[in-house]
């Protein structure tokens, strides 16, 4: 009697096997497979994506530019192999000087045996502030401290790239006027050739700056155990 009562409500049975159902499924694959997808995706742990080293403002000191009246000093590298590197030039005297970048080169603190790449200036350079115009040679007037944007490469292809966080202080000389007027001329020629812009084609630059320099060492300030085999 009591089978043939079930079977003439098929809602209570419908309801029964709907409530079975759920029960199975529950413990087949726990709780979190009934949660919102909202609180699922809060529970998964985040991934995080290292973050790129800032660019670092540093207060360095400033030291004489070689061969010139003029006082300079890098604040700030912003690249690895090559960058920008900005640099303020002060002007001590009561006249007007004249600042050319052509064969200045910038060495990293620290000790030289691990120290990484030295930095050239090559091509033309830019001032930070009003018109941002390239040129080779700036005015500097009396008693005036200016900021300039430099286009810079490695020069020691055998040494690590250095970062954002480098400081560096302008070489006690500039290189020889044969090395620095060579490495200009092959990158003029590489933009040339790749017929590009400059900042599209600092990759064909950097390769010059280094095969000019590999093919006959000079050495310059900083020099470390790490050029010895030079």
Known sequence: MRVRSIFRNPFSVTVSLFVLLIALLGSAFGDDDFEPRQQQQQRRPQLTKTPTPAVVRHNTKFAAVP?????????Q??????????????????????????????????????????????????????????????????????????????????????????VFNVGKTRMPKELATTINDRADLAVKTKGAPRKASKSEIQSEVW???????????????????K
């Not at 050239?120 to 009396?142: F, H, N, S, W, Y």
């Not at 095969?211 to 085999?229: F, P, V």
């Open 67 to 75: 061969g010139t009246s003029l006082q300079i000093r890098a604040v």
């Open 77 to 166: 590298y912003d690249g690895s192999v090559n960058g920008t590197l900005i640099v303020e030039v002060k002007n001590l005297t009561k006249t007007a000087q004249k600042f050319s970048a052509a064969g200045l080169y910038f060495v990293p603190e620290g000790n030289a045996d691990q120290a990484p790449q030295r930095l050239g200036a090559v091509g033309p350079m830019q001032l930070t502030k009003g018109e941002r115009k390239d040129t080779q040679e700036l005015t500097i007037a009396a008693n005036a401290t200016v900021e300039i944007e430099l286009d810079v490469f490695c020069i020691d292809s055998h040494r690590s790239a250095p970062t954002t966080q480098n």
């Open 211 to 229: 095969k000019t320099r590999d093919s006959k060492w000079i050495q310059l300030d900083g020099e470390g155990a790490q050029e010895a085999a």
